[in-house]
């Protein structure tokens, strides 16, 4: 129900699935245009969506509401990214929007392939249902949760995507 409201209330209400997707990725991953990555995001967000009767768009908010909800403070020009692929607002002044804009159509076109189904996820269903930094891990390690890692065959990540068990659970999240 909150994920609800934030998306309701929030910019990305009219954005499209695979631009909010895609700032998913971008944030996650970075610019390194790594199909496995994003596509293995995209399958714990299709699990979610299944498993709860949501939408893509609620289950992705839900999983990542500050970025959705636009509340992060560092890189808050992920939010303005868009599908027109404009210099987003707050980008580092530092930084080369046109080495970057050709990234952004790249992830956009690998995130709209991930929605319609197009591109599957390298990590063998079900096994996927959360994704997480080495730190997220041992913070919830810490707490009592179980990791168990997602079946991805070859494919490398900068997160680590698995199913997540809560303390004293054994099947589900």
Request: hydrophobic share 40%; proline share 5%.
């Amino acid at each position: 129900m909150i994920a609800l409201l934030l998306m309701l209330a929030s910019p990305v209400a009219a954005q499209s699935d695979a631009v909010l997707l895609a700032r998913t990725c971008v944030s996650e991953r970075s610019w390194a245009v790594e199909t496995a990555a994003c596509a293995a995001i995209g399958a714990v967000v299709r699990d979610r969506m299944e498993r709860r009767g949501v939408s893509f768009r609620a289950a992705l908010v839900a999983l990542a509401p500050r970025l959705h909800g636009c509340t992060i403070d560092r890189r808050r020009w992920l939010c303005d990214l868009d599908e027109d692929a404009h210099r987003p607002e707050g980008w580092p002044r530092s930084a080369s929007w046109e080495r970057r804009r050709s990234d952004w159509l790249a992830t956009l076109d690998e995130a709209v392939l991930i929605v319609t189904g197009e591109l599957p996820s390298p990590c063998a269903e079900g096994t996927a249902r959360a994704w997480g930094s080495t730190e997220d891990l041992e913070r919830r390690r810490s707490r009592g949760y179980r990791w168990v890692p997602a079946t991805c065959g070859d494919a490398r990540f900068a997160n680590h995507f698995g199913r997540l068990f809560r303390p004293l659970e054994t099947d589900s999240e």
